[in-house]
Nanobody, 124 residues
């Protein structure tokens, strides 16, 4: 079972940037798809970006497309999320997650391992 740990959250002004990182341990990181989710108060957790095992395929929710970039470094067991042009509606707890049973991107319901989350707050 992989263990995931996020870092890089914080407070940023509207229009600013943040880079989130997720370090994996205890699993075969390069063998499965990874994703970033977020959850705002009163809302369901949503998948906002995902990446296949090799990094060759990516997915973005419409709400972040063109502003966020997901990437992975399989040599360092690290997943990243570069977030640009942040807006107050991006305020949420961000989680990295692993779909340990599949190499490619599929439904968000298959993600089965989660980090503890990191808070991102965007001030207006």
């Amino acid at each position: 079972q992989v263990q995931l740990r996020e870092s890089g959250g914080g407070l940023v002004q509207t229009g600013g940037s943040l880079r989130l990182s997720c370090t994996a341990s205890g699993g075969a990181f390069s063998d499965y798809a990874m994703g970033w989710f977020r959850q705002s108060p009163g809302k369901e957790r949503e998948l906002i970006a995902a990446i296949s095992f090799s990094g060759g395929s990516t997915y973005y929710a419409n709400s972040v497309k063109g502003r966020f970039t997901i990437s992975r470094d399989n040599t360092k067991n690290t997943l990243s999320l570069q977030m640009n042009n942040l807006a107050p509606e991006d305020t949420a707890v961000y989680y990295c997650a692993a779909d340990q049973n599949y190499r490619y991107i599929r439904s968000s319901t298959y993600f089965d391992s989660w980090g503890q989350g990191t808070q991102v707050t965007v001030s207006s």
